[in-house]
């Protein structure tokens, strides 16, 4: 298929791409690295009158490390975060997590920015900003705000990011002492995951400061309070994951082609105890 | 047959050799001319609306305001196409009593599938003529519809079509020995299983599409077509769009995979060629992927319900099936959509000595796109239900599914000799492949690795299909049923002034190698280098009539053609040589592009020179010599309705059973095609089978709602096998040669397509045998796989 007609504006500034949402109030849709917007557009599920593309704003690009965090700018690419010299010492989650995502041609195209503003529920990237506790930059009409990743996901592709806003960055948090795991379940390399989890900890034995971050199971990427606290405190053995198992009943599955909904929730447990016992080994 | 018997121990043969393709470097290149890469001047582009629902009556279609939008040139209703096009109905008379009502290429009535045309759009560009679908009103009564095959031949089921007073299409029973008798013995053990095959389709890199140009000077209509059987649609579109048939060209060039999708006939293509004809300029359709997904033929769809005796030592002693086929809403034309379960029929254990055998088969029409021929029609079913319940078999008596077979399978000294259903089997070598098979993939060891794993609470499975596979097929495929489709197969050598050879053949190049074989042979077996081999195919402008490539008829048809037009072009040359060389023919050969002396090898004259001669200066010959510089031959198989092919295949497969994921460890074919022309090409044949076999065991499938729409349209919801997955895949080859033919080729491109399915069955559910389960729905999906293991 092909798209039906649309505007093509190529802002070269922040403040432009900004104007040029409040403008056209929800007919204009940024593009980033178009790896679903466009198929989406094809496919003419999606049909925005005008699409922004954020190609030219360099104040979406660049990765900068302070002492306490890694800011990474919304249009970088996972190539460009992958290939990144800190990537594997400070950011070791994500560098685990980045050859899951889909294939190199997507990473050779897709943004952080772009994924999280989706909020596909059953990508990676989202679930990896709520396990390392990252903050999301926004930009609209109405300045900058900082919006916890916690706070972020709020449904089916639906986020805390308003129409006239842009994802500017994310902002996470450097850990140098924590331990990280992170397991999905796919049929194919590079599926969207059939469940899949990614885990901060701030230490192993016992386990604490536990981030748990679901994927593919529900709506969005969540955590699920109850699972940590079950688990924190706990040596992460079979016995405390099969006690914890229960919290994730909070979860409300959602079934597909592939799997259903009861499916998904043994495969959630399958992957926090694949999780887990990866970290611990 | 004839031709020399030294034809293959010539120093300059290519036949068996891994000699490179000569269109490899253009494909790799970017060079290759697809139908999409064609842009004609003034042409139009086609789209369809299709019918949202799996059943509707069509009330009214308001098409004024698509008509009126920018870029339209035309706009056609199934009823405004009708007026042009005749109608095709999807029988043979030798699949008695088979039915199908008149289809149109765009409905007209009813829409009897989602997906199914409602209304062509022609505009300047293809996203015009998307606009415009978005504007057209159409007024559809849903009709409650059949989707389930299950539940098609029920009495409250809603009858698609309303004369025919039921849903069925077709059925045919075999009942041969006593089977009852047989399985009332004592000792006799009886395993049943209830068989499910989903429905999946070829996903072709290529997608179908056509781009169709008509020239009302000399009303010639020209189709360009990615397909596989070039003067079958020249045929189709002269009845039906009604053009005399030597004015439509069909020109089939790259084709970027084929799979059987595209040998039948689509209402998008026909619909695309009848308007060209009317608007008298070029019109390109080209399907996108969710229209490949709608309306490519699907493929399978069968539930069978099964069952197998076998003694206490092994012996079978008779199957008993029921095949249920769910093939749509029509029978597809012209091929028909009964074949399929017809092989069933014909081949449920047909490599073994069955004396009871006793087969019941239904084809039922639904309300979904419709079902036919794909790679290895029909085989994955009956493989996998023969060999699936012998080795269930085997389980439940104890024995080694290896031992089992060796007791069971044809003796290789045992042909010429007939299956249970009938078939005349001859040439083949199953106890030599199974042994071969057994020795390669070292059996023992993988037993006892089996046992090791299992106590570390890993489990791995070793599951086995002993195959034939239906090649070469005589004018009894088709053409005694009444289809206008060509069993024979032509080749043309011709030796030009610079000494180079030109061949042209009917048959097709979908990206296997058939031109790099058609090089070889008419290299070898004439004795020029290959570089010296130009091969034209797909064009009924310029190739012999024939078939065209499918059914694994390519290289065992075509390929003998070629061989048999090389050899007479030899003789020919030859002939011309002697009487310039003022030598005896029988003291010269050709060799390397020269004629040589037979025994020295000395070369007497090269080939340009002779050439030279007999086209510039014809005066240097005596007067009486009369000079042919070309030759055609064709061939077609004869005394036999088809050349059966064997096989022997082994999966191994890991199964976690905490995810149902199943990993594929190994996988190893032996194939006996006969004669192997180019064993590269031949090896990654098979894979590729094997692959498209492991696709429709373990990932793809069709997946319809109860109301008949089709859920998945995506390669992100159709999941096909990727190389990652992909085990090793360990090739080897019996050469059994055919009787029926100099070359001896019988055909290979289905094999692992065939087989692998029920090899990998075998596997899982010998992985799973510890746990006391097993699976017996293709495809094998991890949730299907947790389910029989009680997980979920």
Redesign the interface.
């Known amino acids: ?5 649309f505007d093509y504006l190529r802002p070269g500034t922040l403040a432009e791409a900004i104007a040029i949402l409040s403008e056209h109030e929800g007919e204009a849709q940024p593009l980033a690295g178009g790896q679903s917007l466009m ?1 989406m557009m094809n ?2 599920v999606a049909a925005p009158a005008v699409l922004v593309d954020l190609s030219a704003l360099s104040e979406l690009r660049g990765i900068t490390r302070t002492d306490t965090s890694v800011r990474i700018g919304a249009m970088t690419r996972y190539r460009e975060l992958a290939d990144w010299a800190n990537i594997c010492t400070d950011l070791p989650l994500i560098a685990v997590a980045l050859p899951h995502i889909a294939h190199d041609a997507i990473r050779n195209r897709g943004t952080i920015g772009g994924s999280l503003a989706l909020a596909d529920a059953a990508a990676e990237m989202p679930a990896l900003m709520l396990a390392l506790g990252a903050t999301i930059e926004l930009m609209g009409p109405n300045g900058t705000r900082h919006v916890p990743a916690d706070d972020f996901f709020q449904g089916f592709y639906d986020t805390a990011c308003e129409a006239d806003e842009l994802i500017v960055a994310v902002d996470i948090p450097l850990a140098p002492e924590a331990k990280f795991g992170f397991h999905e ?1 796919v ?6 995951a ?1 469940a899949g989890v990614a885990i901060k900890a701030t230490s192993l034995a016992p386990l604490s400061g536990l981030r748990i971050a679901f994927f593919g199971v529900s709506d969005r990427a969540l955590r699920v309070p109850a699972l940590e606290a079950a688990l924190d405190g706990t040596s992460g053995d079979e016995a405390a994951i099969a006690a914890a198992l229960p919290a994730l009943e909070a979860i409300e599955f959602e079934g597909d ?4 909904a ?2 998904r929730a ?2 959630a447990g ?1 992957a926090l105890k694949r999780a887990l016992a990866e970290m611990l080994a | 047959m004839t031709g020399p018997a030294t034809i293959f121990d010539k120093p300059n043969t290519y036949i068996g050799q891994p000699t490179p393709r000569a269109d490899a470097a253009r494909l790799l290149q970017g060079r290759g001319r697809f139908v999409d890469d064609l842009q004609l001047p003034r042409m139009v582009h086609a789209a369809f609306f299709r019918s949202p629902h799996a059943h509707a009556r069509i009330l009214s279609i308001d098409t004024t305001a698509a008509r009126a939008a920018p870029g339209v040139v035309a706009v056609y209703t199934g009823a405004e196409l009708a007026e042009h096009v005749t109608p095709y109905v999807g029988v043979l008379t030798h699949l008695a009593g088979l039915r199908s009502a008149p289809q149109h290429p765009i409905a007209i009535d009813v829409a009897r599938w989602q997906g199914e045309p409602l209304v062509m759009v022609i505009a300047q ?3 015009q003529a ?2 415009a679908c ?1 504007l057209i009103e159409a007024d559809l009564e849903e009709l409650p519809p059949a989707v389930d095959a299950e539940t098609a031949l029920t009495a409250d089921a809603p009858v698609i079509h309303a004369d025919f007073g039921s849903n069925l299409a077709w059925e045919r029973k075999v009942d041969v020995g006593h089977i009852d008798n047989a399985f009332a013995a004592p000792d006799v053990t009886i395993v049943e299983r209830e068989f499910r095959f989903g429905r999946h389709t070829g996903v072709t890199l290529e997608s179908r599409g056509t781009v169709c140009d008509f020239d009302p000077s000399e009303q010639t209509l020209t189709m360009h077509y990615s397909g596989q059987a070039p003067h079958m649609m020249q045929v189709i579109l002269s009845r039906h769009i009604g053009v005399a048939e030597e004015n439509v060209r069909v020109i089939s060039n790259d084709v970027g995979g084929s799979f059987g999708i595209k040998i039948h006939t689509y209402g998008d293509e026909i619909a695309a060629a009848a308007a060209a004809k009317l608007l008298k300029r070029p019109v390109k359709f080209i399907a ?1 992927r ?1 229209e490949s997904f709608m309306t490519d033929i699907h493929a399978r769809d069968h539930v069978v319900k099964a069952r197998m005796g076998i003694s206490a030592e092994g012996s079978i002693v008779g199957i008993d099936f029921h095949d249920l086929t769910g093939v749509g809403p029509y029978s597809m034309y012209p091929r028909t959509s009964a074949i399929e379960c017809n092989q069933v029929l014909n081949l449920t254990g047909a490599p073994y000595a069955l004396e009871n055998y006793r087969a019941h088969g239904q084809v039922v029409f639904q309300n979904k796109n419709m079902m036919c021929q794909y790679r290895a029609v029909g085989h994955p079913i009956a493989m996998a239900v023969a060999d699936g319940l012998l080795e269930d078999a085997a389980r439940a008596i104890g024995k080694d599914p290896v031992e089992v077979r060796r007791r069971n399978l044809m003796r290789d000294d045992s042909y010429p000799r007939a299956s249970a259903s009938g078939m005349k089997l001859d040439d083949l070598s199953h106890q030599k492949a199974l042994e071969k098979l057994v020795e390669i993939m070292d059996y023992d060891a993988l037993r006892a690795d089996q046992i090791k794993m299992r106590e570390k609470g890993i489990y791995r499975g070793i599951g086995f299909v002993s195959m034939v596979e239906v090649t070469n097929p005589s004018p009894m495929f088709y053409g005694v049923g009444g289809a206008h489709i060509a069993s024979m197969d032509g080749a043309t050598v011709r030796l030009d002034a610079a000494g180079a050879l030109h061949v042209s053949s009917s048959i097709t190049e979908q990206g296997q190698g058939t031109n790099a074989i058609l090089g070889q042979i008419a290299a070898g077996v004439f004795g020029v280098p290959i570089e010296r081999v130009k091969v034209t195919t797909g064009d009924t402008a310029t190739v012999p009539y024939g078939g065209g490539t499918w059914a694994s008829r390519g290289a065992g048809i075509g390929g003998e053609a070629m061989l048999q037009a090389a050899h007479a072009l030899k003789t020919q040359v030859l002939d011309v040589a002697g009487v310039m060389l003022q030598s005896p023919v029988a003291a010269l050969d050709i060799r390397n592009g020269a004629v040589v002396d037979a025994e020295t090898g000395a070369e007497r004259i090269t080939l340009d020179a002779l050439a030279r001669t007999v086209y510039y200066r014809g005066n240097e010959l005596p007067s009486d010599l009369k000079p042919e510089l070309i030759a055609t031959r064709h061939y077609r198989v004869t005394d036999f309705p088809f050349v059966f092919t064997n096989g022997a295949m082994a999966a191994h497969v890991e199964v976690d059973t ?2 149902g ?1 199943v990993k594929v460890l190994h996988f190893w074919a032996v194939e006996d095609c006969g004669r192997v022309i180019n064993p590269m090409l031949v090896d990654e044949q098979v894979r590729g089978g094997v692959v498209q076999g492991i696709g429709g065991a ?2 793809e499938e069709c ?1 319809y709602s109860p109301e008949g729409q089709l ?2 349209t ?1 390669m ?2 159709y ?1 096909v ?2 190389a ?2 992909m085990p090793e895949i360990t090739v080897a080859h019996i050469e059994t040669p055919t009787k029926t033919s100099v070359l001896g080729a019988k055909g290979a491109g289905e094999a692992g397509t065939g087989g692998a399915p029920a090899a990998l069955l075998n596997a899982v559910n010998d992985a799973l045998s510890p746990m006391d389960t097993s699976i017996w729905q293709m495809p094998m ?3 299907r796989i ?1 389910k029989a293991l009680g ?2």
């Open positions: 298929m092909k798209a039906p007609d198929p496919f003419r379940l049929q194919r390399h590079g599926d969207y059939m082609l592939k799997v259903s009861k499916t043994h495969y399958v | 560009t293809r996203a998307e606009d978005e996108d969710m905490e995810t994921f373990l990932y997946l859920l998945n995506t992100a919801d999941i096998p990727m990652s997955e999906t991890p949730e947790l997980k979920v």
